[in-house]
């Protein structure tokens, strides 16, 4: 009688370590599942960070969940080849995309978004050798002293929409810095001209006063030539900047003010800022490039393009 007893209270305790091993398998199963239908929904938001825990979190419960770690690899090469793209590493990128679209099975999202990738960076690349080749004739002329042809070369450049992206920075620098350069070279040619001009002046400065006597005038003809000068200094655009103007005075600031996250805020930077207000309707001239140095702070602080910032900022 014992014996049986005995049996029976093994098939008891057998029926329930069986029963909760199946109840925890289901819901790890269960758990494994919304894991990965949240990493889903986190890709389709854009928040791959949050994509890629949940996947990681799916294994916790399913360690050889094949579907968890086809979507894991596959988002973490996603946000390495967004990375690259980042610091400019074109070509690595464009190949770290390829291998996203190459794995089976995985998220179809990530997959579109790669190929859209793909073809963007083939019209980066082609622009970066472009825009290249245009700075290397501008630096050529002015090598060759054509400094106004130089400057033609580069404002083509810079009326370019898409050079303003942040893609180009690095060529968009060496450009402001060559046009900086062909303009202070302009200008000592200027400054050359105007003090050849004054020598001539001295030379006949006996015809000269003879003639002011003759016409009877009391005006001097140095002083129109400096009245004349101080009107003509400032161009309409320059004017209209100046008559817009309504910010703080870049040169009465700390230096740390023209900083942002610690690092010196670069002209072409500054340029590429001015551009995108524009495209989002805020007129540009209106801002010292203090103010948009402030601008620029403003959006990394908040974490957002200067478009965003100024549409919810400046658009008032």
Do not use: C
Not at 19 to 28: E, I, K, P
Not at 41 to 59: M, N, P, R, T, V
Request: no cysteine; proline share 1%; charged share 30%.
């Amino acid at each position: 009688m014992k014996k049986w007893i005995w049996i029976i209270v093994v098939i008891i305790v057998a029926g329930s370590i069986g029963g909760y091993a199946y109840a925890r398998h289901t819901q790890n199963e269960k758990l494994y599942t919304q894991e990965i239908k949240r990493g889903n929904a986190q890709i389709s938001d854009q928040d791959y960070k949050g994509a890629e825990k949940s996947f990681s979190d799916a294994l916790k419960r399913k360690s050889n969940g094949t579907k968890a770690k086809t979507l894991r690899n596959q988002t973490r090469k996603f946000m390495d080849a967004n990375e690259l793209l980042n610091n400019k590493k074109f070509k690595d990128s464009q190949d770290k995309y390829r291998e996203v679209t190459a794995i089976k099975k995985g998220n179809e999202q990530l997959v579109d978004r790669a190929n859209s990738q793909i073809k963007l960076l083939d019209k980066i690349q082609a622009n970066v050798k472009s825009y290249t080749a245009a700075y290397t004739a501008a630096l050529e002329q002015n090598k060759n002293k054509q400094y106004a042809d130089s400057n033609d070369t580069l404002n083509k450049l810079l009326k370019d929409k898409n050079f303003q992206q942040p893609y180009y920075t690095d060529i968009l620098q060496k450009v402001v810095q060559l046009q900086t350069n062909n303009n202070a070279a302009l200008s000592n040619q200027s400054q050359s001209t105007d003090t050849n001009d004054d020598n001539d002046s001295k030379d006949n400065s006996g015809s000269q006063s003879d003639s002011n006597v003759t016409s009877g005038g009391s005006t001097d003809s140095k002083s129109d030539k400096g009245s004349s000068k101080n009107n003509t200094s400032l161009t309409p655009a320059e004017k209209k900047a100046a008559k817009n103007y309504k910010g703080s005075n870049e040169y009465t600031v700390k230096p740390k003010d023209k900083q942002v996250n610690g690092k010196q805020v670069q002209k072409a930077q500054i340029l590429t800022a001015r551009q995108e207000l524009k495209e989002a309707g805020v007129n540009p001239d209106a801002f010292s490039d203090q103010d948009i140095i402030e601008v620029i702070k403003g959006a990394y602080n908040k974490n957002q393009t200067i478009a965003e910032y100024a549409k919810k900022n400046l658009n008032k």
